[in-house]
């Protein structure tokens, strides 16, 4: 890979995870800390057990598989929370600062960089594998929980037009 177009797509990485950061703010924001909080079922995690997970998976695999920098994660906890019932600003702080952390990390990265492999999570796997599962998987669930907030609030929560392009005239998809 070019050393132009690895940074172009770590920029774009970048950007990424700071429009679906915006996303889930949006969706927290909307909800009462009861809705935050709310489960249909058993097999259906809340908004704030995505966030909770988000922020903790974000958390280990860039601040700490791609930084190095020492983490410790509680997967199970994240799924688990039920009584904590914080209110839509706890609940986003974390995961606002571990985004704004993390775009740090990869707007520091330098493209030869990309290959590196480490261990995160049980798995062998180079930086560029990292930071693409980070977006994939901050995009799923950011997914989930605009769905999950459309549902509740029977809400339109669209970004685009008709035809497919943004109403904020960003001009990105």
Same mark, same amino acid.
């Given at each position: 890979?070019?050393? @132009?177009? +690895?940074?172009g797509?770590? /920029?774009?990485?970048?950007?990424?995870?700071?429009?679906y950061? #915006?996303?889930v703010?949006?969706?927290? =924001?909307?909800l009462s800390?009861?809705?935050?909080? /709310?489960?249909?079922n058993?097999? $259906?995690?809340s908004v704030?057990n995505l $966030?909770?997970?988000?922020t903790?998976?974000?958390? =280990?695999?860039i601040i700490g #598989?791609?930084?190095?920098?020492?983490?410790e994660r509680d997967?199970?906890a994240?799924f688990?929370?039920r009584g904590d019932h914080?209110? +839509?600003?706890?609940?986003?702080a974390?995961?606002t +600062?571990?985004?704004?952390d993390?775009?740090s990390?990869l707007s520091?990265? =330098?493209?030869?960089?990309l290959?590196?492999? /480490?261990t995160?999570q049980?798995?062998?796997v /180079?930086v560029?594998?990292?930071v693409?599962?980070v977006?994939e998987?901050?995009?799923?669930?950011a997914? =989930?929980?605009?769905?999950?907030?459309?549902?509740i609030k @029977?809400?339109?929560?669209s970004l685009? @037009?008709?035809?497919?392009q943004?109403? @904020?005239?960003?001009?990105?998809?």
């Amino acid at each position: 890979m070019s050393h @132009d177009l +690895a940074l172009g797509e770590l /920029s774009h990485a970048c950007e990424r995870l700071e429009h679906y950061r #915006g996303q889930v703010a949006r969706c927290v =924001q909307l909800l009462s800390v009861e809705e935050l909080w /709310s489960q249909p079922n058993a097999h $259906v995690n809340s908004v704030a057990n995505l $966030v909770l997970h988000l922020t903790g998976n974000v958390r =280990q695999w860039i601040i700490g #598989g791609v930084a190095g920098i020492p983490v410790e994660r509680d997967r199970p906890a994240e799924f688990a929370a039920r009584g904590d019932h914080q209110a +839509a600003p706890d609940v986003l702080a974390g995961l606002t +600062a571990v985004v704004c952390d993390a775009i740090s990390v990869l707007s520091e990265l =330098q493209a030869a960089e990309l290959t590196e492999v /480490s261990t995160i999570q049980g798995y062998e796997v /180079s930086v560029q594998t990292a930071v693409l599962h980070v977006v994939e998987h901050f995009a799923f669930h950011a997914g =989930q929980i605009v769905h999950a907030t459309k549902w509740i609030k @029977d809400v339109d929560l669209s970004l685009y @037009d008709s035809q497919g392009q943004r109403m @904020d005239g960003s001009g990105h998809p």
